[in-house]
């Protein structure tokens, strides 16, 4: 019998992707045009002989793989997730036939998908490929079973030239099941495609807002976590390991919001990115195209900033695992080869009270369940060594961290703990 408490070996490709850590997800189409956001044709009920306009002045001027590829390497990121075809129904890719909704139809003239896959390899970004499932051109969520039927042969078609034309991809993004009841996905046949074609390409299918974590198919290799902070995954007798990925807007739409003001801060971007390491999961941050296919500045800005404090920390933030270990608060403990590295939140900036303001503090925090014996503890971004007790049998080790030094503000400072 199986071991009820036993927790599963990652399949390497899980492995590789909760390494990766950071992601980009990118939402681009003919709605960005608009800038209304992605949902705009049904939110705004345009009929789709009118809104198929938009492909005649879809011109993909400024959409450049490589260009984008380098703001995600910059940023720390190491995969790009782009929407290959979102529930407008409009394909960046070259559907071959399959339909002439598509961008090599539009004035863009080209395969956007390729360009994408050829851009990430150029900097090392590992490409994934969103796909909607929900199609409303085909009102692929109402629409009768032969019809439906008809729908999935052309939905699989798709993702068969996705599949068989970009080289090895890292994975496929699903999105739209919720729009049908589970089993008239028929995923057996569109997940042994995936595996036959892409044998190392992750599969991942988004069970929406409301149902984050839930694993909705055995072949599923990462649950989603649609725009809420991640929780830690109890994988213990489960037959296989599935990683986590929170999936979560820069401000409050995925398609580009002109009018959208809420955008996230570099501070946010590295609280959040710590919050789903915390628990092992990856970040997969949006941004949303301009019209011509650019990241707007702002977006591309933060993701800058953030990106030095991911890769101040790249041994944590990308190979660090969850601890069993205790903190107060919002901070946490991960560890990698033996080392454990605590990620401290709400510090303050050391110094003169009249010239720096900030909420939290230095000085002692605690944390239960550090059981190995600890032989020193310093910053990683500057070395100070760290004063630190233990009580072994109370079972608690305490460090006096000192604040930020003047000049700098890491938002979450990380002190690397060497143990006997
Ligand atoms: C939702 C939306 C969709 C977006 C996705 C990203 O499912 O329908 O527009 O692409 O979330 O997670």
């Given at each position: ?25 990118i939402?681009?189409?003919v ?29 993909a ?11 995600a ?54 490409p ?72 190392e ?52 739409h ?13 501070a ?49 933030v ?14 946490f ?47 990683m ?32 400072r ?6 006997v």
């Open positions: 019998m199986a071991d009820s408490q036993a927790i599963p070996v990652p399949e390497p490709r899980i492995e590789r992707f909760e390494h990766m850590a950071f992601g980009m997800f939402h681009w189409g709605y960005s045009q608009l800038g209304r956001g992605e949902w705009v044709m049904n939110r705004e009920q345009i009929p789709a002989d009118e809104y198929a306009k938009l492909q005649d002045t879809f011109t001027a400024d959409f450049d793989g490589r260009a984008i590829a380098r703001v390497k910059n940023a720390g990121m190491k995969y790009i997730t782009l929407t290959t075809r979102h529930h407008d129904g409009f394909s960046l890719y070259d559907t071959r036939g399959l339909t002439d909704f598509d961008a090599p139809h539009s004035p863009a003239g080209r395969d956007l998908i390729a360009d994408y896959v050829e851009g990430c390899r150029a900097e090392g970004i590992v994934f490929f969103y796909h909607t499932t929900l199609d409303w051109r085909w009102q692929s969520h109402t629409c009768d079973d032969a019809t439906f039927n008809d729908y999935l042969d052309y939905l699989y078609a798709s993702v068969e030239v996705l599949c068989t034309h970009y080289g090895p991809i890292g994975g496929l993004w699903f999105d739209g099941d919720w729009s049908r009841r589970t089993a008239d996905w028929k995923h057996d046949r569109l997940y042994g495609m995936i595996r036959r074609l892409q044998p390409a992750m599969i991942i299918n988004n069970t929406g807002i409301g149902n984050e974590g839930s694993v909705s198919h055995p072949d599923v290799d990462s649950v989603t976590f649609e725009q809420s902070m991640p929780k830690a995954l109890d994988r213990r007798g489960h037959p296989k390991y599935i990683a986590g990925e929170m999936c979560q807007t820069m401000n409050s995925w398609g580009i919001g002109a009018g959208d003001f809420s955008f996230k801060s570099p946010n971007v590295i609280e959040n990115l710590a919050g789903c390491r915390k628990v092992g999961a990856n970040y997969l941050l949006n941004v949303g195209p301009t019209a011509e296919g650019a990241i707007p500045e702002y977006e591309a800005a933060t993701l800058a900033v953030a990106g030095r404090w991911a890769q101040q920390h790249a041994g944590p990308y190979d660090g695992k969850p601890t069993g270990i205790n903190c107060q608060g919002r901070d403990v991960l560890e990698v080869d033996g080392k454990l590295y605590w990620f401290v939140h709400d510090l303050r900036i050391a110094g003169h009270g009249q010239v720096t303001v900030s909420v939290g503090g230095a000085g002692p925090r605690v944390a239960t369940g550090l059981s190995q014996p600890v032989a020193s503890v310093r910053w971004d500057n070395g100070e060594d760290l004063q630190f007790a233990q009580n072994a049998d109370a079972g608690i080790t305490t460090v006096d961290f000192t604040g930020y030094p003047y000049g700098t503000n890491l938002v979450v990380v002190a690397e703990i060497e143990t």
